[in-house]
């Protein structure tokens, strides 16, 4: 079964330092996600990515974020300065489609297959 | 605004017993729904969905949901439990003329005992 896969899976920084996390989506989905998971807390949306460009983003998106699909296979999530807040597990997602819905027909709910996250340390 | 709530930190279930995860939602127009499952060291795999029509919704695993609209509930369920299903359990929703984007849940942990 095709797989999202995500590194690294653990990385320790310094604050203040720059950080990429890597995932490899599923190769013939055309819709990618970052979420994060801070301990205890829910899972929050941060970025959604389309068509080569941010589809969607939260406001903890912030300046310090970045999202690139550099080549046709990985897409990155970079956060320039971390900060002690960013310490969490974050996760890749695609999709094969949006679930839009088109002339009143619902295209279909979009489901999201997830990577097994990177966990970020930030001291 | 569309969000999930998920009440329980941690189920905790004899094996053989019937399961309940709970999951609440609020959403402007009608929902989207989903489980989704997290054993660990691996990611987030779909369970089971709700779009539309029968308010029982069957998925893997043995796992079925119930789409209550009045409750705003989608309680996740199985009516016997296994120790392998013990993990943690994510509900999603999103709203269908809003952002395609899912909101999911803080997670809920079921542990199911021998």
């Known amino acids: 079964e095709p797989e999202v896969t995500q590194t690294p899976s653990h990385q320790v920084t310094q604050m203040g330092q720059e950080v990429i996390l890597r995932c490899v989506p599923i190769s013939n989905h055309l819709y990618f996600y970052w979420y994060r998971q801070i301990l205890g807390q829910k899972v929050e949306f941060l970025v959604s990515?389309?068509?080569?460009?941010?589809?969607?983003k939260s406001e903890i998106f912030d300046d310090q974020f970045s999202v690139e699909r550099p080549d046709g296979s990985n897409f990155t999530l970079k956060i320039r300065s971390t900060k002690l807040e960013d310490s969490a597990m974050y996760f890749c997602a695609s999709s094969k489609t949006g679930g839009e819905v088109q002339g009143g027909i619902v295209a279909g709910a979009n489901v999201l297959t997830f990577g097994a996250g990177s966990r970020l340390t930030v001291l | 605004a569309q969000s999930v709530a998920q009440p329980e930190d941690q189920v905790n279930v004899a094996e053989g017993n019937p399961l309940t995860v709970k999951c609440t939602y609020s959403?402007?127009?009608?929902?989207?729904l989903f489980w989704y499952v997290q054993y660990p060291n691996r990611g987030l795999q779909f369970l089971l969905k709700y779009i539309t029509g029968d308010n029982l919704v069957k998925g893997s695993y043995g796992f079925e949901a119930e789409f209550n609209k009045s409750q705003t509930s989608f309680h996740l369920k199985k009516p016997s439990a296994l120790v392998s299903d013990s993990a943690l359990y994510f509900c999603?929703?999103?709203?269908?003329?809003?952002?395609?984007?899912?909101?999911f849940g803080r997670g809920t942990s079921l542990i199911v005992h021998p």
């Open positions: 999603a929703v999103r709203d269908w003329g809003g952002s395609y984007i899912p909101t």
């Open positions: 959403v402007s127009g009608n929902p989207y």
């Open positions: 990515f389309y068509n080569n460009e941010i589809s969607e």
